[in-house]
T-cell receptor, first 111, second 112 residues
Framework: SQQGEEDPQALSIQEGENATMNCSYK?????LQWYRQNSGRGLVHLIL?????REKHSGRLRVTLDTSKKSSSLLITASRAADTASYFC???????????FGTGTRLTVIP | GAGVSQSPSNKVTEKGKDVELRCDPI?????LYWYRQSLGQGLEFLIY????????KSGLPSDRFSAERTGGSVSTLTIQRTQQEDSAVYLC??????????FGEGSRLTVL
């Protein structure tokens, strides 16, 4: 079974607005990663947050992690049309290195 | 090349035939993953190789699916007696242990 579940499944916003996507997972983790996928092909890594971290920033991306609630959020600020894509969280279980992906959030940014 | 390379990029086959999908990981990456993605769905974990350790095959959906990784580098995913429900994009990724994954562009399999 998949480790992570994203929420919402789909999100549509106007360019310039912020987009927030959430991820919930089931077991203790080593780290949590966010990936982006365009056009149903290869995924691109965005950011990794370790289990002992609570917040991380990278450019317009902000990721939070709450291990007590087993959840993470990805915030994209000042969205652009080029941010339109599917976004996935992926978790690595404690004691393991293989990654399990969530179901994804489809983000549409309207110009 | 510098990235993960997968071949073929597209494969159309008839039900019952066997198919092989190939993945060339990034040089020096010890970990290699195979995932399957059906249209509009998330990534389904299939198999994970890490160095010389026994692979984690827990995601393979049936005994028609197998994978090997020769010499710690190239990997081949084999699907025997293909079924229509095997139609999907098969994604390969590699990484240094515990690090970010680098994905190939995938192999789109269509079983008629």
């Amino acid at each position: 079974s998949q480790q992570g579940e994203e929420d919402p499944q789909a999100l549509s916003i106007q360019e310039g607005e912020n987009a927030t996507m959430n991820c919930s997972y089931k077991t203790s983790i080593n780290n949590l990663q966010w990936y982006r996928q365009n056009s149903g092909r290869g995924l691109v890594h965005l950011i990794l947050i370790r289990s002992n971290e609570r917040e991380k920033h990278s450019g317009r991306l902000r990721v939070t992690l709450d291990t007590s609630k087993k959840s993470s959020s990805l915030l994209i600020t000042a969205s652009r049309a080029a941010d339109t894509a599917s976004y996935f969280c992926a978790t690595s279980k404690t004691g393991a290195n293989n990654l399990f992906f969530g179901t994804g959030t489809r983000l549409t940014v309207i110009p | 090349g510098a990235g993960v390379s997968q071949s073929p990029s597209n494969k159309v086959t008839e039900k019952g035939k066997d198919v092989e999908l190939r993945c060339d990981p990034i040089s020096g990456h010890t970990a290699l993953y195979w995932y399957r993605q059906s249209l509009g769905q998330g990534l389904e974990f299939l198999i994970y190789f890490q160095g010389n350790s026994a692979p984690d095959k827990s995601g393979l959906p049936s005994d028609r699916f197998s994978a090997e990784r020769t010499g710690g580098s190239v990997s081949t995913l084999t699907i025997q007696r293909t079924q229509q429900e095997d139609s999907a994009v098969y994604l390969c990724a590699s990484s240094r242990q515990g690090g970010e994954l680098f994905f190939g562009e995938g192999s789109r399999l269509t079983v008629l």
